[in-house]
């Protein structure tokens, strides 16, 4: 029986590549916690030796969802996604009430708010100028 805990675990099937992220819950560090064991497969990787204090080190190159899944850096797309997201529904809430306070300005196809009217996916199921043109 295995005492290694997968913590995360992901593996190409086809190439190979990939990482398995474990805890052995028979090791454990001076502070009686297990330590996390990371095994990286098919990764480019340089082994040093003098520049960390207490001798060699590692350099290794992951690929960068490797390393979003991992936690050790932001989900770029993500987050953009977000932020995008974010700046859509600012403009067209400001778009919407500017249309709801100028509404009564329109005046057909030819109208100074044409532009916002037509940039809105809902504009022409809402009314101009909030409950109707009267």
Known sequence: ???????????????GAGFHLYQDLLELDDDGNCPVHLELNAVQFEAGAGWLAGGGGV????????????????????????????????LETAIQRTLDENG???DGDDCTLIHLVRAMPTADARPLGGEGNE
């Open 104 to 106: 009564h300005l329109a």
């Open 59 to 90: 350099d290794v190159t992951i690929p960068r969802l490797w390393a979003e899944a991992l936690g050790l850096v932001g989900n770029s797309a993500a987050a953009e996604i977000e932020k995008l997201r974010g700046e859509k529904l600012r």
């Open 1 to 15: 029986m295995s005492t290694k805990q997968t913590i995360l675990y992901r593996i190409d099937e086809k190439t």
